[in-house]
């Protein structure tokens, strides 16, 4: 699976848009985005994914570049609870066993 | 429709000792994966079962580490004769399709091993 790239941490306030980025600029035709989360003591949760169009669903949009090198993950109105690891994975269409690849991922810190 | 299932959620076990872990997936998964966390380090991915079959364990340890998802009843991950660095949580997922580049993986709780 290609690599991925995203800041250590970042900071929001709540009730404020967050937007987290993610580089991968080997990105290849087939590998789909996708982004996890783990909250403190928690396992991880499936956030969104998508392959080259944005993507909104109930808990947040992903928006792509045109040339797919990164992509945003976009929690529109931050809370407490979205304090979390959030991860940025590429996974291959083909060739691939389906297991997912975490990086370091980024720390939110969401305050009040 | 109840999640990803894991118990123990926390087991202690001294060094020497066997650890079994085990994992219920969703209703209707029949792909499992399992992946560890060790202290202060990221999720690892160990191995990934079907129903009776090992598909890609090229994550587990070479030694004292096995897996099985038989045809009934949950997936044990099995870890013999523990050592202090096999402290750490260990989460379990399952998936509606294994290879399917689009289909999420839900998550248990994880089981917290603590090896003393």
């Known amino acids: 699976d290609a690599k991925t790239t995203q800041p250590n941490s970042m900071e929001s306030n709540e009730e404020e848009p967050v937007h987290l980025p993610c580089n991968h600029s080997?990105?290849?035709?087939?590998?789909?985005i996708h982004w996890y989360r783990q909250l403190p003591s928690q396992g991880p949760e499936y956030v969104i994914h998508g392959l080259t169009s944005n993507v909104n669903n109930r808990m947040a949009s992903l928006a792509i570049a045109e040339d797919r090198k990164s992509s945003t993950l976009i929690l529109h109105r931050a809370t407490l609870r979205d304090a979390a690891v959030y991860y940025c994975i590429l996974r291959a269409s083909s060739g691939n066993t389906g297991k997912l690849i975490f990086g370091q991922g980024t720390t939110l810190q969401v305050k009040p | 429709n109840a999640g990803v299932m894991q118990n123990p959620r926390h087991l202690v076990r001294r060094r020497g000792q066997e650890a079994r872990l085990r994992c219920s997936p969703m209703k209707g998964h029949s792909h499992v994966y399992w992946y560890r966390q060790l202290p202060e380090e990221g999720l690892k991915f160990m191995v990934y079962l079907q129903k009776e079959n090992i598909i890609d364990e090229s994550g587990m340890p070479k030694e004292r580490f096995s897996a099985e998802f038989p045809k009934e009843g949950p997936s044990i991950l099995r870890i013999q004769q523990v050592v202090r660095g096999d402290s750490a949580a260990y989460f379990c997922a399952s998936s509606l399709a294994g290879t399917g580049f689009s289909y999420e993986q839900y998550f248990g709780p994880g089981t917290r091993l603590t090896v003393t």
């Open positions: 080997t990105i290849s035709g087939t590998d789909y």
